[in-house]
């Protein structure tokens, strides 16, 4: 069994920053990649940023040029550090995870259940 657990969100105020944590557990042989989705209310879930278990950042369109993924793997830990928040930014982060998984050896991909970040004055 494996599973993430986000951390990290809370109330910032527009310009601000935030740094979301993601830690990985259970019976990890690779991590593949993992990043960050976002859902507001009202609207559909969207690509945030991943990176894989090499390094390589990928990045959507909300995240270019204001946030930065880094990942440490002997902590099974992805970071999101957000910075100059909008209002627009406001939602529920989710933590997505594709790994491979020992024991047996198998492809998964898990969720987390999200932390909330408010970016209000």
């Known amino acids: 069994q494996v599973r993430v657990v986000e951390s990290g969100g809370g109330l910032e105020q527009p310009g601000g920053s935030l740094k979301l944590s993601c830690v990985a557990d259970?019976?990890?042989?690779?991590?593949?990649?993992m990043g960050w989705y976002r859902q507001a209310p009202g609207k559909s879930r969207e690509f945030v940023a991943s990176i894989t278990g090499e390094g390589i950042p990928n990045y959507g369109d909300p995240a270019k040029g204001r946030f930065t993924i880094s990942l440490d793997n002997a902590r099974n830990t992805v970071y999101l550090q957000m910075d100059r928040l909008l209002p627009a930014d406001a939602a529920v982060y989710y933590c997505?995870?594709?790994?491979?998984?020992?024991?047996?050896?198998?492809?998964?991909?898990?969720w987390g259940q999200g932390t909330l970040v408010t970016v209000s004055s």
């Open positions: 997505n995870l594709d790994l491979i998984q020992r024991d047996p050896y198998k492809y998964l991909e898990v």
């Open positions: 259970g019976k990890i042989s690779k991590i593949v990649t």
